[in-house]
């Protein structure tokens, strides 16, 4: 045998290759869009069904009540004859107002926050991290309520409430990784080559910190679903005219003793999907920016 | 009258631990255009000394001239063009490199930083011939290439700027003989064209000794003093 | 079931154990505690029976009533002693009413016993209520809890230690407040009453209807309150007894007279004919309840024979139709530019009257009025009460004199939460002060008939249920009955009214 | 400590292969369907008692090659060929045979990057206490503290820093520490990447003295040990290598005696010659022109365009002869009687 | 150490001081009416005569900032007040309740923090594997579920369909003795449902800072030493993933106690969380001033553990910087 013969071929052609990452990759992109698809469709019944439906969520039809799944009602009805699939989209759009914008609001707020507190560094960190402590000793649900009860109820103050006591521990998360990532020897080579501070928070930091920032997003999002609930059950969050997710869920417990399946499982499939589907394409997104992952992705 | 030195180290003390510092009294010049090597045995302290020489770290006590200026601020605080006046390539290409930067972002990041952005496509592109970096690999992220091709952006990474002193912190050690003499050649290259200062680390004493007009043992600069709390790197075995 | 769980089925019949949505603020009398009788801890000078009669406790005998109705005696019963073992006297029971009606005592209740003028012991065993005007129902509000003035006057009345460490005469004694978990008691074994068979009690505080439920199915609980679609769910448990207390618990909406809409009768007396009771009794209550005509139940003694009406729809259009309310595009009334709708708040937290004010809102649209159902806290609903209706609840057992007066009394009206229409109709007032004054039954009688009939003809709110409360307990115990109960209920009333009567099954 | 490559040399014919390499490609798939050929037919032996030396410019495949051996590569990363160690192919090994029992324990690594590849939130003592504990049947907190130790005494890491967290230390420090994790669990085969790299010439002298008193200790069951050195310094390699393999362009074009390689006659291909030529003693100039990008490899001879000799043959792929791929060596003079008394494996295959 | 230690307890007292100022400004801003509070239900059927004099004589209307000063000057000679809306003294509230909120809150959060830590390294082991999805959905779904909706759904498997656990209280509705084995069988759905509503955070943060860290050079080299794929995850994954976790413990703290109030409402838990909303919509300032001052003590040590933990854990940051 000769070493010479199979040169090029020996590696290419005889032995097959043999691959190390699994074959993830197919059923990583059919995840993607499936959750693409899924927020898409979200967002469209969102901002397309209540315009289009003729019907008004509120109608009360005594005669129906309770009714099971059915042609007529898709999701079947509520105890007071209310057609649950209408309820869950408007509860959506709801819950979704609440828990996108709170969660926007508490990643940038919580996210500038943090990284501005660990990159600036010393005292200028300290006070910061203190008014963070500060603000963050109040229980949140107690400052819901104030929030909630200065203004009338409604998805801009529930939102506010939320997001107002969760960017702190955005900014937590966020500014202990700036503080570690700051010693990098790397952000040493950025100082030298002139980089001011906030280049250096920016170019360098905050990309490093996207991934948990993006990760309390992601949570923030049913979080803050829950939240509003969790107001409602205390007689302090939405109206409870105004159909939420959480309120329906909330109202449904009886139900499920009862035996009535349907009122609960809807509305909280309504909840949990669009999550997995965001978080879905977070998840995706956040292997993106992961140099490493991203290049085994072959992205 | 001498000429004013570009970089002077006076009774310089620095370290991690103000009880033991890993650099005791140590003084050091570089002139204008002239090349000198740093030889010392491992963990000296020759590494801190370059952090200091960049600005990068505050020495305990000891003054540092630039120019004849003597440094009071460091890192962020120090003006940027004082910070920008030194170049540095650091000992440990991996660690020095920001793991999200392709290799092009990385040469070009102080040119963004410094706003000098109309120069990027131009320099990067100078610099990446200069270093021998193909545009395949300035595509790619430091976790994509080797450690020697690594090592050849944060040299271009340290000439964007046009410093007029390059610390060169082991920049060869990783590095085989060619690539060495390439990179060597490219440093000299620049310093002929632009009349920098070099400081050169390292413990290859034949390669300082061909590369700079001047080399200086550890044991010099620190006058005698141990550099450090370290015991002496053991003598080779038999 | 639940491990080492004491409360078994069938294990210990001389011990319940209790679970109710919430639990007193105090346990003292002078802040209001028990003032509506059936505190387990105390006795009052009368008592109500399960017909709602007032019967003698404290006292050996019904009052004697003088002076034309102002004065009223009672003797007190021999030998009843607290349960720290003194005796009670007639010092106690001034000191008690003296207390109540003392300004600087934070008593919510105070305004009950505002005709008093004066009380009086005489002698040990006999105390004397002088009153500013002849007041008929006033022996009602005597089941007010007596205290031990030895105790409770060594106290600040607002503060001290009698408020969670109460001392009676009751057929039960405290053992321990656990605050927002269980209140516990023990038999009184020297009640003058005789000692009850049951000798533990115990009233766990469970918030959560659903919690309550489960708690009960798993056996933690022998009996609680439950909403009428979880007590459905006991029907097939063969150890379980389902209670239905009638009650004057009602359900309205409040047409507020200073809103342009709900002032006009013509929409008050449409609005009253189109909405179906039935089907809220039917539906929201899962038939425990019944249509309400009017703050009296439709089985109480004093209800107005011939106030009852069912939905008309065709009738309360023919009504708008004259009044000039002409059906607009959308399907909603106007008249002269007004559109026939309003704002019904509910408060929010309580389902019940969501799905009542839903269910109302649905009915009024079918007669071309628009009801906008929102709900709100209290804090927001109240400032609002006389623009906007809200969905109201209320009911007052003892005498009818007691929930007519202050729901529909001009003078009350938009008195703190009195009269929250502000329904202002002379003749009802009229006939609700002739109640007031008269002692005899026929003639208070005939006026509170009057009552009902001028408010069926000018509804200046819309009563829809009247709920019936719902118990669920373990059979385990004979002599079990319930009262016709107020608007308040769980932890006084219930099943367990008469605790201290129940008898183990052997 | 006399030079032991000739006994080396003797000693490979008679035992079978520590390690043996025959077409060993990775490839790195790369986005846009490009592919990183990082190494490309890789054919050689690593005998008992051996220390092969792996040369050759920066960003030819000699990490990649060591990663591949201990399947450590990334995941868009392709594999073919195949490596024997003892009976079993480490390319065609599942993850757990080689985390249970190749890694650490039939190969040690240092790798090249030693501080990035120290987890940073743990003292040194720590990580080799625990890799002792791992690797060896020291049981027992003192006796583990003190192999750790002795391990870090072995390649001269300072008991004073053994306290110190990774980035505390100095290059060379780092560079010890890695050393001393690869060697504590005296795999029968050793990669080094660059293990001298940022150590001054005493401390290489010593250290590659280690590594080579690590090979030529006998093992307990007589099969002996090898090592395969990943390095630029060609000082250190002359100072103990038996054999010398030259790679460009992940190809190994040149693999040959040491003695040879660095004495006479020298190296035959003419890019092992520049790459000697390069060295700060001797002429200090790079080899003319920029290697080529591995993902876009000429057809033929990957070094034509740089070679000074280079003809219209080159345009084809050079056979490899006497463990040489070129259509056109320098000349070798004396090389016969060399190559008779130390056969290398591919020779004998040839 | 020590030093941040001491630092962070000297700025303990501004702290409270503002804090407490600040919840009494905004409950004083709040709608909220405390002479109804007071009054409960009875508020429903009262005259305004009553309503009136109720106010004059709790003595509601003084401004809040003499109420505070009142409170302040008070608290620091021992006497909290008396709770309005309980009844009661407040340092006999807290003395009764504290101590069964600090066993559930610390209870969960031990299981919450130990759990959520297993479950991420094994989701991360193979990130998109079964495990990892099973564990992400399952994390997601549950980060969405209200407390009192799990807690009803734990009652109602584990007190009803599987009758292992009692449903809620202290001990045994029945029973008057407080023993450890009621407790211990009391506590644990109450403490299991605000595990599980904290446990998403932890699990899904370990499984991203464990996922990033093994794909890194550190787990590499570790691979390469031949440690066992225990050791690489729990000893070197996951000291570097463990990082941002330990932060999340100081401002986990607020969402625990969040939790710990509708627990304790739905399980009837004796504890102190409960009383908060109580607190708050009655305007009861001694309470709500106590309540405060100790879930702003218990975040400032959650917090100064945290970061205690994280300069312990993670070398390159200095004690100095935080
Ligand atoms: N961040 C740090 N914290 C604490 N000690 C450090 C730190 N960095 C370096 N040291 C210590 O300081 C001493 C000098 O280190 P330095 O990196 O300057 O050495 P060096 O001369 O560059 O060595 P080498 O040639 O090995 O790179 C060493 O003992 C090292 O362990
Ligand atoms: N993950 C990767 N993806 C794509 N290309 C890669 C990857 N890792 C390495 N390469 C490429 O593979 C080639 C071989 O890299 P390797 O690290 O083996 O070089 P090396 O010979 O060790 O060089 P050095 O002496 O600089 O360390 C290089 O050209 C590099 O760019
Ligand atoms: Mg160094
Ligand atoms: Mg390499």
Redesign the interface.
Known sequence: MTCDAPAAEAGTGSTPWRSYGTKRRSTRTVRVRVSAALVAVTVLAVLLVPPLAQLDQQAVDLAAELQPPSWAHPFGTDDLGRDLLLRCVYGLRVSLLVGLVAALVATVIGTAVGAAAGALGGWADRCVMRVVDTLSSVPHLLLGIFIVALFRPGVVPVAVSVAATHWLSTARIVRAEVLSLRS???I??????????W??AV??LL??VLPQAALAAVLMVPHAMWHESALSFLGLGLPAHMASLGNLVQSARSSLLAGQWWPTLFPGLFIIVPTLAIAGLAGAWRER?N??R??ELML | MPEQPLLELRAVTAG?DRRAPAVRNASLTVAPGEAVGL?????????TLA?VA???HRPDSGTLLLDGAPVRRW??RAP?AQ??T???V???????????LRLTDLIA??LR??GRREDVPDRVAELAAAV?L?P??LG??????????L??A?LA?AL??RPRLLICD?MT??????????L??AVEDYRTATGAGLLAVG?????L???CDRTVHWDDVTSGTSGT???P?????? | SAPGGGADGGASADSVVLGVPWEPDTLSPLLGYGKDGNSKIFDGLLALDADQELTPALASELPEVGDNGRTYTYTLRDGVEFSDGEPLTSADVVFTYETVLDEKTNNTARSELDAIKEVRAEGDDKVVFTLRYPYAAFAARTVLPIVPEHIAGEQDPNTGSFNTKPIGTGPYVLTGWSKGEKLTFEANPDYWGGAPKVRKLTMAIIKDDDVRATRLRSGDLDGAVLPPNLAATFENDANKVTYEAKSYDYRAVTLPTANEVTGDRAIRRALDAAVDREAMVERILDGAGRPAYGPLPSNDAWFAKGVERAQDLAKAKDILDRAGWKPGKDGIRAKDGLRASFTLFSPAGDKLRQDHALAYASDAKKAGIEVKVESATWEVIEPRMGEDAVLAGGGSTGDPDFGLYTTLHSSLAGNGFNNMARYDNPAVDEALDTGRRTQDREDRKAAYDTVQRELAKDPGYTFLTHIDHIYVLADRWDGLTTQVEPHEHGFASGPWWNLEDWQPKK | ?GHPSSIGADAVTERTPVLSVRGLSVR?LMPGGRRVAAVTDAHFDVAPGECLAL??????G???LASALLGLL?ANAQSAGSARLGGLDLLTADEKTLGRTVRGRLIGLVP??P??HLTPVRTIRSQLEETVAALTGVRGRAAVRAAARAAAERV?F?A??LDRHPH?????????AATALALVGDAPLLLAD?PT??????????TV??LRRHVDAETGDGTGRGLLMIT?D?AAAERIADRVAVMYAGRIVELTDARRFFGSPGPRHPYSR???Q????RA????PG??P?L??LPGGCAFAPRCPRATGACAALPPVTDGLACHHPLPASGAEELRSTTPAPENARA | MARLAGRRLLFAAPVLLVVTFGVFAIAAASPFDPVKAYAGTAALGADQETLDRLRANLGVDEPFVTRWWHWLTSALTGDLGHSAVLRQPVTQVIGERLVWSALLCAVAFTVAVLAGTLLGVLAARRPGGPLDRAVTSLSYALEAAPVFWTALLAVWLFALQLDVLPAGGLTDTASEQVTFGQVASHIVLPAGVLAVSQLPWFTLYVRQGVGDALAE?PVRGARARGLSEGTVLLGHALRSGLLPVLTLIGSRVPELITGALLVESVFSWPGIAAATVEAATAVDFPLLAALTVLATAAVLAGNLLADLLYGLFDPRVKFSDM
């Open positions: 990098r020897p790397y040493d080579a950025a100082v030298s080559g002139g980089a001011s501070r280049r250096v170019r360098h990309p490093a920016i140099p490493r991203r290049s | 991690y030889l010392g045995p491992s963990g000296c302290g020759k590494s952090r960049a600005l990068l890192r962020h940027r910070r920008t030194v170049g540095v650091f000992q440990q290409p991996r660690l020095s490199a920001d793991p999200r990041e102080p930083a410094t021998g193909t395949d690999l790619r992220r430091p976790h994509e290439v080797s450690d020697g091709q090592q050849r944060c990474r964007v700027l082991e050690a990783m590095l085989d003989a060619s690539t060495t003499a390439a060597v050649a413990h290859d004493h034949t390669l000794k061909r590369w709390s370290l015991e790197s053991v003598p080779s075995a038999m | 400590m790195f040369i050759g410019e920066s960003g030819c000699k990490s990649v990334p090249q990057s501080a990035a001269a300072p004073g820093h505390e230390l100095s290059g060379g420090l780092a560079q010890r660059e790299t940022g150590l001054d010439r005493d401390l290489v002298d010593r003295d280690e630029h060609l520049g790459l000697l390069a060295l700060p003693d200090f100039t790079p080899i920029m290697p990008e993902g876009d | 050079d």
